[in-house]
């Protein structure tokens, strides 16, 4: 298994449905490009706020499972502000998006219903 894979993303793709659409396990440990307008959970809302772009991506990371994907992002507008959120669908690629995935092993991670927090959390597995 290559210790790194390099992805990038091409206009019009959203983000998260095509991380989540690979059925990946491991973690984006970096991520630049842009976007379109961005769908983002800030923290304590119950769902996404949009942001119109254009938009650049400062940051990304996050784990990714066969069940789903925990992604952040740092972006910034045209004006210099900065925001930053759970990657929701709807975050739309503008001209690229270049992003370094550490896989791991099929089966080795998992995400599952934590009754504690009320979302799906990550789950450490020994295959």
């Known amino acids: 298994m290559a210790m790194f894979e390099a992805l990038r993303l091409t206009p019009g793709d959203d983000l998260r449905v095509t991380l989540e659409a690979g ?3 491991g ?3 970096a991520g630049i490009g842009s976007l379109a307008h961005a769908q ?3 923290a304590g809302d119950p769902g996404p706020t ?3 772009g254009p938009l650049e991506i400062l940051t990304l990371s996050g784990s990714l499972t066969p069940d789903g994907a925990h992604l952040h992002v740092s972006v910034s507008d045209a004006a210099g502000r900065v925001f930053g959120g759970h990657v929701c669908a709807g975050c739309e690629v503008l ?3 270049e992003l370094l995935v ?3 092993p099929a089966g080795s991670l998992a995400r ?3 009754a504690a927090t009320g979302y ?3 789950r450490i597995l020994n295959p």
């Open 120 to 122: 799906a959390e990550l």
């Open 40 to 42: 983002l959970r800030l």
């Open 27 to 29: 973690f984006v440990v």
């Open 112 to 114: 599952g219903f934590d």
């Open 23 to 25: 059925a990946r396990t």
């Open 102 to 104: 550490a896989p791991l």
């Open 95 to 97: 001209t690229t998006a």
């Open 50 to 52: 949009r942001f119109d």
